[in-house]
């Protein structure tokens, strides 16, 4: 299991700036950061053993948070 997070700014530090710019003028862009970051951090405690689950929960969460960031790659793209 990978144990580092996958925060946008890690996944996509060249769009870093935009993120950033989109947090604060876009307030569906900052939504669906902030329950991507959410879910994110989930998932990080599922992997590191603070969360128990099942692989059921783990999968859907992974797919969940797939979506959220192909959503939301394709905003920062436009």
Partial sequence: MNLKPHTLLR?????????HALKKSDKHFAMLSDKYDALDHSIHQMESGVQPFT???FEEAKKKRLKLKDELLGMLKK
């Fill in 11 to 19: 996944d996509f530090p060249e769009m870093q700036e935009k993120i």
């Fill in 55 to 57: 692989d059921e929960q």
